[in-house]
């Protein structure tokens, strides 16, 4: 059984911080991709960024520059390192891994979500 699981939400002020992680775990064979998206109140889902086993990187334009994503390996985690956090960033963030349990086979699984919320 294959689990993802996001953590490090919360409440910080605008221009705050914070870093939030998502760990794949289970019967995983590989790891191709891990992205984060994020659920406004309104129910639109937007993507936020991606990385990939081989590192390479993508943002959405709205982020660029403020957050950053890396992944550790050893333990199937990637990061979300968020800076001068705004108003608009406060959503649910949701992490999809691009996971192959086996040889050959590529699934979606997604994470329940943690709250970042930015208010003074």
């Known amino acids: 059984q294959v689990r993802v699981a996001e953590s490090g939400g919360g409440l910080v002020q605008p221009g705050g911080s914070l870093r939030l992680a998502c760990t794949a775990s289970?019967?995983?064979?590989?790891?191709?991709?891990m992205e984060w998206w994020r659920q406004n109140k309104e129910g639109e889902r937007d993507f936020v960024a991606s990385?990939?086993?081989?590192?390479?990187?993508a943002y959405a334009d709205s982020v660029k520059g403020r957050f950053t994503i890396s992944r550790d390996s050893a333990s199937n985690t990637a990061y979300l390192q968020m800076n001068d956090l705004k108003q608009e960033d406060e959503a649910v963030y949701l992490c999809?891994?691009?996971?192959?349990?086996?040889?050959?086979?590529?699934?979606?699984?997604w994470g329940q979500g943690t709250q970042v919320t930015v208010s003074s």
């Open positions: 999809n891994g691009r996971l192959g349990i086996k040889p050959g086979t590529s699934n979606h699984y």
């Open positions: 289970g019967n995983i064979y590989h790891t191709y991709s």
């Open positions: 990385i990939t086993s081989g590192g390479s990187t």
